[in-house]
């Protein structure tokens, strides 16, 4: 198989390769080619190597740490830090970690992506431009191949709920009982003038994620970052992998890429941290103010009652040529 190479800058949707068009994907789906990328941490600084690869039916997304061999199963009940990323450690050394996941789980869990191992050379996965964009890109590149086992997604059977204050985060039925994917609702707050107060909804398919969430980037407070990086956070952070808010005025030279760019981030990153179920989510999503913890949190709680989810498979007629 040829492998592929794209380097960690900022990549532009225009001029992009096949498109990956929606569909309920009855089978399992994995990638018909590797590929790889080059950047930097958002946190740790460092110049990081990752490779998408293709992977076995039944096997699920696994982080691999090249630079150790060792490997990190990409579960909820992996997590072991959210504070500004999604941090997932080995539950048997939890000093065995790969970070800032919840980026190209959010693009592998959009496009449909069940069985991919993942190699990373470092401790994070490189940021390149902050959004979700790239990583679709490089899927694109790719390319999609269906396999021979059915797939299972995970029908949500009651409310589940999880609060921190006036933030929370939800899981609901579906509006129509059995109907597939994820309907997403979020609203922000916050007093930094430039983000203030924004709310987006949609319905997850693999084109509202990249027409409404993919290229949406991190963003942080102007007067967080010195002590984000007194404490080791952000030391690989900039204005071309993050947008920066001083009170009423966004500093990077490009502005926002969309006005409510904030709130659109804040629902990548839970599908992202979603994606952490291990199989995708038929229900409703509904969340105010929820980050990294409850989103981790949500699904900790909805796995914790049996009697809030069932797993269902669906009954494929036959393989995609």
Request: glycine share 8%; charged share 20%; proline share 7%.
């Given at each position: 198989?040829?492998?592929?190479?794209?380097?960690?800058?900022?990549?532009?949707?225009?001029?992009?390769?096949?498109?990956?068009?929606?569909?309920?994907?009855?089978?399992?789906?994995?990638?018909?080619?590797?590929?790889?990328?080059?950047?930097?941490?958002?946190?740790?600084?460092r110049r990081v190597s990752l490779k998408l690869c293709p992977a076995?039916?039944?096997?699920?997304?696994?982080?691999?740490?090249?630079?150790?061999?060792?490997?990190?199963?990409?579960?909820?009940?992996?997590?072991?830090?959210?504070?500004?990323?999604?941090?997932?450690?080995?539950?048997?050394?939890?000093?065995?970690?790969?970070?800032?996941?919840?980026?190209?789980?959010?693009?592998?869990?959009?496009?449909?992506?069940?069985?991919?191992?993942?190699?990373?050379?470092?401790?994070?996965?490189?940021?390149?431009?902050?959004?979700?964009?790239?990583?679709?890109?490089?899927?694109?590149?790719?390319?999609?191949?269906?396999?021979?086992?059915?797939?299972?997604?995970?029908?949500?059977?009651?409310?589940?709920?999880?609060?921190?204050?006036?933030?929370?985060?939800?899981?609901?039925?579906?509006?129509?009982?059995?109907?597939?994917?994820?309907?997403?609702?979020?609203?922000?707050?916050?007093?930094?003038?430039?983000?203030?107060?924004?709310?987006?909804?949609?319905?997850?398919?693999?084109?509202?994620?990249?027409?409404?969430?993919?290229?949406?980037?991190?963003?942080?407070?102007?007067?967080?970052?010195?002590?984000?990086?007194?404490?080791?956070?952000?030391?690989?952070?900039?204005?071309?992998?993050?947008?920066?808010?001083?009170?009423a005025r966004v500093l990077n030279p490009g502005g926002l890429r969309?006005?409510?760019?904030?709130?659109?981030?804040?629902?990548?990153?839970?599908?992202?941290?979603?994606?952490?179920?291990?199989?995708?989510?038929?229900?409703?999503?509904?969340?105010?103010?929820?980050?990294?913890?409850?989103?981790?949190?949500?699904?900790?709680?909805?796995?914790?009652?049996?009697?809030?989810?069932?797993?269902?498979?669906?009954?494929?007629?036959?393989?995609?040529?």
């Amino acid at each position: 198989m040829p492998l592929h190479h794209c380097v960690g800058t900022p990549v532009h949707m225009d001029g992009m390769p096949q498109t990956l068009a929606p569909s309920p994907a009855l089978w399992q789906r994995t990638l018909k080619a590797p590929i790889s990328c080059v950047g930097v941490g958002l946190h740790c600084g460092r110049r990081v190597s990752l490779k998408l690869c293709p992977a076995e039916p039944g096997q699920g997304i696994v982080f691999r740490r090249t630079d150790i061999n060792r490997a990190i199963p990409a579960r909820f009940d992996n997590v072991v830090d959210t504070r500004l990323a999604t941090v997932l450690a080995d539950p048997q050394d939890p000093s065995v970690r790969v970070g800032t996941v919840e980026h190209l789980m959010a693009a592998l869990s959009a496009v449909g992506i069940d069985n991919v191992q993942i190699e990373v050379d470092g401790p994070e996965l490189p940021a390149l431009d902050g959004s979700a964009a790239p990583f679709v890109f490089l899927l694109d590149c790719a390319g999609i191949q269906e396999q021979s086992a059915p797939r299972t997604r995970i029908e949500i059977r009651r409310p589940v709920r999880v609060s921190d204050g006036d933030a929370f985060a939800e899981l609901r039925p579906a509006a129509v009982r059995g109907m597939p994917g994820l309907e997403m609702a979020i609203s922000i707050d916050f007093a930094a003038p430039a983000i203030g107060r924004q709310a987006l909804s949609l319905h997850l398919t693999a084109e509202t994620f990249r027409r409404e969430l993919s290229r949406a980037r991190t963003f942080t407070l102007a007067e967080d970052v010195a002590q984000l990086r007194a404490a080791g956070l952000a030391q690989g952070g900039s204005l071309d992998n993050a947008v920066v808010v001083d009170a009423a005025r966004v500093l990077n030279p490009g502005g926002l890429r969309m006005q409510d760019e904030f709130a659109r981030h804040k629902l990548l990153d839970a599908v992202g941290d979603l994606a952490l179920a291990g199989a995708p989510l038929s229900g409703r999503f509904i969340a105010h103010r929820s980050g990294h913890a409850l989103n981790n949190r949500l699904l900790r709680a909805l796995f914790a009652d049996r009697s809030a989810w069932r797993d269902v498979t669906e009954a494929p007629v036959s393989v995609a040529a």
